[in-house]
């Protein structure tokens, strides 16, 4: 069991140094296929430990039900000083492996993808070592056996994912949002940080065990959850501190679909999972976790419905997915955020690569006003990016219909008014969703292909892309079609019981069958009206006009102002104070104090210079002349 988590962390990252230290001396194709194998090789080793713990509970319990403490693997002490040591420790649990599996597989299959995505770059070697270090990073973030090591992922997924949207460096852009991106993720490393300094002031531990010391105040466990929920917030790209994650679009079509769908942006809610307990000693900032969530997927899907890129407009979509995770997470219901983390990997992914077939067979344009058609061209691209839209939307039998609506009837069984209001916002968002969904496949698939894509199309010999391009959107396919089966809580939840030992749900998040019930069949018919509506506003043959609304047309394209409102607050402000520094200090003292320093010690050099004449009867005058001066000294003091 721990022997697969070792191989599982280990072998992405050996799959990284290879790459390093080959360099050049490597074809780019075999620096493609050891990241990729390294991958797979990772995910041999989730298989490992998921089935030697599922079946470690079958042979001690016979029951999905278990009790069982965690299993901590060290392999060494890393840190010490007194009572407080760190190891090098990976934790293997039910809520771990379920990671493991998700970031390894998924992200295996991205970086299959990349083969063929990737092909001619010049940089595909150092492109490939980056996403290996990526998937290692996410990897020991969700295997770390404490808090430090947690944050240590946390922080490496950070640098790898500034690498990776930057990777194009010769577009100004591209630099841009990977500053973007690593500046308002540091904010949340830092928030992170300082609730770990809480934790260990109160129990010179960061063990997760820490989090159940009842020495708290009620402050300190506030503080704890909020310091969590604002790391939680930035990698998850909730607000207030979402505006990266559209501008990560900057980056290669898989470097989306492995943050936006399997990886980095997932790991708030297994955050917000994994530290529970103070989430649930300070029940109010939990509360707001799922507040925050509500707001967050009303908030993206409505900028979504304005977006005319096709990766901007899925990248909105992951925000308002993610949201829903948020709002399960804060109710309670920690095992259907994660459920809807596992068909959001699914379907996101294959939305991500099968609109990266389309960039990649129209060379590289990804504005949807010209790109209409191209289903006609792209069959097996049309189809499994349905596969995905219907998913995303939560219609049956697809998988997102078992994950999403369990959500939304969890925010119904808290019984109260904001857990009501919840429940309204959920079923607002799936109508977005429906709406600018297939506002985006009506514009891009059906019909008759527009003369841009005939004049730029272009086939991979027989087929719509390279196998290695096919192959994971085939598998992904499938997932996200049948993958929700996995869970439908009216009637068996395995996924809830496998996680319960390490997330067990609030009874008060807990709905009954009823509630079940009337949300799938709200949600649904939500999904449908607004692609209904969708049909008729953008279909080829339009029944209704795009409204005019300039004014909400003009905040929507402006994502509600959240750019130039910290452009105003933080920016500019920084700028005007950075350049009165420069003019009022730096220029006048320090540049300045610089040159008169150097003339200074030139002309002090001069004079030393022409007293050194290298006459012996000189320095010996000098000699007895300072003799003089420390007897005279010593007299006078006398």
Same mark, same amino acid.
């Given at each position: 069991m721990t022997g697969g988590s070792w191989l599982c962390l280990l072998a992405p990252l050996g799959g990284t140094i290879v790459i390093t230290l080959c360099g050049t001396r490597i074809p780019r194709v075999a620096a493609a296929w050891i990241a990729t194998t390294s991958c797979f090789v990772a995910f041999g080793g989730a298989v490992w430990a998921f089935l030697a713990l599922r079946g470690e509970r079958c042979v001690h319990l016979h029951s999905l039900v278990c009790t069982q403490p965690p299993h901590l693997t060290t392999a060494w002490t890393w840190?010490?000083? &007194?009572? +407080? !040591?760190?190891? =090098?420790?990976?934790?293997? *649990?039910?809520? %771990?492996?379920?990671?493991? =599996?998700?970031? %390894?597989?998924? $992200? &295996?299959?991205?970086? #299959? /993808? %990349?083969?063929? /995505?990737?092909?001619? *770059?010049?940089?595909?070697?150092? /492109? +490939? @070592? /980056?996403? @290996?270090?990526?998937?290692?990073?996410?990897? #020991? #973030?969700?295997?770390? $056996?404490?808090?430090? =090591?947690?944050?240590?992922?946390?922080? =490496?997924?950070?640098?790898?994912?500034?690498?990776?949207? $930057?990777?194009? !460096?010769?577009?100004?852009?591209?630099?841009?949002?990977?500053?973007? @991106?690593?500046?308002m993720n540091a904010f949340g490393d830092a928030t992170m940080a300082l609730a770990f300094f809480i934790v260990i002031a109160h129990t010179h531990s960061l063990s997760f065990g820490s989090f159940g010391y009842a020495g708290f105040s009620q402050t300190a466990r506030d503080l704890i959850a909020l310091g969590l929920l604002g790391g939680a917030a930035a990698k998850s790209a909730q607000i207030p501190l979402q505006t990266w994650l559209p501008d990560a679009m900057e980056g290669p079509t898989p470097v989306s679909a492995l943050i936006h769908a399997a990886t980095m942006v997932t790991a708030g809610v297994y955050l917000i999972a994994r530290t529970h307990p103070i989430f649930e000693q300070a029940r109010t900032i939990e509360l707001i976790a799922a507040g925050t969530g509500a707001l967050t997927l009303l908030v993206a899907g409505l900028i979504a419905l304005v977006q005319v890129d096709i990766k901007r407009v899925i990248a909105y979509s992951t925000m308002s997915q993610i949201g829903y995770m948020f709002l399960g997470a804060g109710v309670g219901a920690y095992a259907n955020g994660m459920f809807h983390l596992l068909t959001h990997a699914f379907f996101k992914a294959l939305l991500f690569m099968t609109a990266g077939l389309a960039i990649h067979a129209l060379g590289g344009e990804q504005d949807i006003r010209k790109m209409r058609g191209i289903g006609r061209l792209m069959p097996f691209t049309k189809w499994c990016f349905l596969a995905g839209a219907l998913a995303l939307v939560g219609i049956p039998p697809f998988s997102g219909f078992f994950s999403k609506d369990s959500i939304v009837a969890s925010a119904a069984a808290l019984g109260t008014w904001y857990g009501w209001i919840f429940w309204v916002c959920g079923i607002v968002g799936a109508f977005l969703t429906g709406l600018y969904t297939f506002r985006l496949w009506f514009l891009v698939f059906p019909g008759e292909p527009s003369p841009f894509v005939r004049e730029h199309h272009h086939r991979h010999g027989r087929w719509e892309g390279s196998l290695t391009m096919l192959v994971p959107v085939g598998v992904l396919a499938v997932l996200a079609t049948v993958g929700g089966w996995l869970q439908w809580s009216p009637r068996w939840t395995p996924f809830t019981d496998w996680l319960a030992p390490a997330a067990r749900t609030l009874p008060a998040a807990v709905p009954t069958n009823t509630q079940e019930y009337y949300t799938s069949a709200a949600t649904v018919i939500a999904g449908l009206v607004g692609i209904v509506i969708a049909w008729a506003i953008y279909a080829e043959r339009r029944r209704l006009a795009v409204p005019g609304a300039p004014f909400w047309r003009r905040t929507l394209e402006e994502k509600f102002y959240f750019d130039l409102l910290y452009d105003r607050i933080f920016y500019t402000p920084a700028v005007w104070i950075s350049g009165a520094l420069r003019r009022e200090f730096e220029e006048p003292v320090v540049l300045q104090t610089g040159t008169d320093l150097g003339e200074t010690t030139l002309a002090t050099g001069s004079v030393v210079r022409r007293i050194q004449t290298g006459f012996l009867r000189t320095y010996v005058l000098f000699l007895a002349a300072g003799a003089a001066g420390v007897v005279l000294a010593f007299l006078i003091a006398k």
């Open positions: 840190l010490q000083s &007194g009572t +407080f !040591h760190v190891g =090098l420790t990976l934790l293997v *649990d039910q809520l %771990s492996t379920v990671m493991m =599996l998700i970031v %390894s597989g998924v $992200g &295996g299959l991205i970086v #299959l /993808y %990349s083969i063929g /995505y990737m092909e001619g *770059d010049p940089e595909e070697r150092r /492109y +490939f @070592a /980056y996403i @290996a270090f990526f998937v290692f990073s996410m990897l #020991l #973030l969700v295997e770390g $056996g404490n808090l430090l =090591l947690l944050l240590v992922g946390w922080g =490496l997924v950070g640098l790898s994912s500034y690498l990776l949207i $930057g990777f194009w !460096h010769e577009r100004p852009s591209a630099v841009q949002a990977a500053k973007k @991106a690593f500046v």
